[in-house]
């Protein structure tokens, strides 16, 4: 078992200097952090998925197409190994920085914690007007949110379908 990081400087670096809108920023950078705790199963480890959250846009250059961005990320990322992210142990750090160097390119790792981080970001599409797609979703508990439509079109969370879809998976 993890022990819970205090990301707040992480979430302070990332906002300094951040130059592009809403698509790839706070917004939703903060919902991914609220989706990859709805997907937090007992093999994840949250303080990744936060962490993921935070950082896998901030070395967007654009909200176009820049499929470099996650490598770019996850290069940065060796910069705050021994000052922001001293915190975490090499497992957690080498998961951090796979999840963002291939949160562009790969489905899904078979990793539950990476799977995690791909999904929370997969369930902000609606933002840019997708809904998630089930059968493209990393993991099972994404993939059940996806055909539910936990994900509403605006972002929010339909607390009962999330019930529903918990149930089916019997996670409650
Ligand atoms: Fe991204
Ligand atoms: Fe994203």
Known sequence: MHSPMDIQPVI???SRGWQLGPVHGMEHWKRVERNGLLLATEDVNINVVRLFAYLHDHKR??????????????ENMDNLRHTLLEGLTDE???M???????????????V??????????????PRVGYMPDPDRMASALGAAYARHGV???DCSISEEKLKIAKKELLLI
């Open 12 to 14: 302070d670096y990332v």
């Open 61 to 74: 250059l654009s909200d176009g197409w820049d499929l470099e961005h996650g490598p770019r990320a996850a």
């Open 92 to 94: 957690e750090f080498g």
């Open 96 to 110: 951090l920085r796979r999840a963002c160097m291939e949160h562009t390119i790969t489905e899904r790792t078979g």
């Open 112 to 125: 539950p914690t990476i799977d995690a981080c791909f999904d929370a970001d997969r369930m902000d599409l």
């Open 151 to 153: 994900v509403q079109e």
